[in-house]
């Protein structure tokens, strides 16, 4: 758990800081300084962080989904608000507590997933010294890092404790839930109709993919506590609302014509029906191998039959639904594959280190070709970046970016197969479920974008990663039972 600071001399200082603050607001109201009458806010939350450093930690993540995003707020430097302050003070809070009361577990950074997020910290941090962009670079790259620090390392601490995982998953479902619900209020003024759907979900979020990528994570969630809340003392009778309210997400999704994240839901479901049949999770990556190989050796093909699809967006599902293999007329998918191919020509040139963590944006322009170019290509980096977290990681960071982002998928689904296969249907296979098939959904929606540098999308990708590694290291409910199907 965290280090704790509540000694009596501890406490003195902070009512005397208290107190201080207290005369300073009276002085400021005395000669109209009123944008100082804010600190008693500031000073709560601080308090609030100090004294439960573990709810607040928790509370500000949950908070996430209903943050609002300022693209610049001085010197080129977004934000999103109120959470990345907070996030920010809670960094360098706990950064602190850890230097003057030291309490690391090995276990924790010895663990497989732990290893593979530090590998991948690690190269970003190297590949920013050799960055085209050093200061874009590390901005990027410690906003990653406390990001990984905060809702990884720090809630891996915090979720030794079972009960406070289930605490962070219902209120950020809580939170979600409220999001869809005031967006579609909105929605449904203009009908549900596709164009709306681009902004609908403003000033929460800025586009309707990330959008519908963060709510996926709380249908994981909702899902599990609806079909299996017996497992986590939710009775029969409240299952139907659960239902209802699943439905409500589901449909955020629906209308938010957001395709990836329509494909990303299949997928889960798709893994999930692998995990009942008991499939070796080796066996499920040589099979993605032998599709990726399938896929590179007939290209030529598989793209001459893609083009036979003309179908573009459409407000009709169905329409929509096949869309996404249209590469011919349809200008998002062109789009994609013109910054795809961007990012390939990139790491081309700069194969080792990439061009540097965050500078996709700023630097893939020249390597747009004219035949290539689509009706909503820029060459001003105002529109997206290389809308794939893989392609992205490699582009920036070369092929060893590219490799480290996978190394935290594959170990992060192998140890959750691990899990699901050594334990019986319970509170922590279920558990497990709620975190990997959220994370599944996004393993699959980075494919096609990345969200992942945004607050909405880092809080729960890395606090699912560190549910998971929690349940490997803390919670076994059949500690005597530690055989994987894998070794049976």
Known sequence: MLPKITTKKERNVLWLITGLITALLVIATLFEFYYLLLLPVAIGLLLLAFLYTEKSLLFFGALAPLSINFDNVGGGLGLALPTEPLFILMFLFITFRWLIKPDFRLEMLSHPISIAILAYLLWMWIATIFSSMPIVSIKFVLARTWYIVLFYFTCLAIFSNFKNIHWFFKAFTITTLGLVIF???????????????YGISWPFFPDHG???AAIAFAVSILFIYAFAGRHFGISLPFAPILVFLLAI?????VVSYTRATWLSLVAAIGVYAVLKMRIKFSWVLLVLFGAFLYGIINQDQIMYDLE???QGSSDDIEGHVKSVSNVTTDPSNLERIN?????????????????????YVFQYSPFQKSDEIT???TFAGDMGDAHSEYFSAMSESGYLGLITWLGIVLTTLGVSFKIFYREKPGKVRYTLLMAMLGLITYYVHAFLNNYSQYDKIAVPLWAFTAVIAALDLYHRENPNDVTSTEEK
Do not use: Q
């Open 183 to 197: 967006t579609l209020t909105k929605h449904a003024a203009d009908g549900f109709i596709r164009s709306s759907s």
């Open 210 to 212: 990330m959008y519908a």
């Open 249 to 253: 997400l589901l449909f955020g999704i």
């Open 308 to 310: 036979a699809n003309k």
């Open 339 to 359: 910054r795809w191919k961007c990012a390939a020509r990139m790491v081309s040139e700069r194969p080792l280190f990439g061009f540097g963590p965050g500078t």
């Open 375 to 377: 009706l909503i290509s």
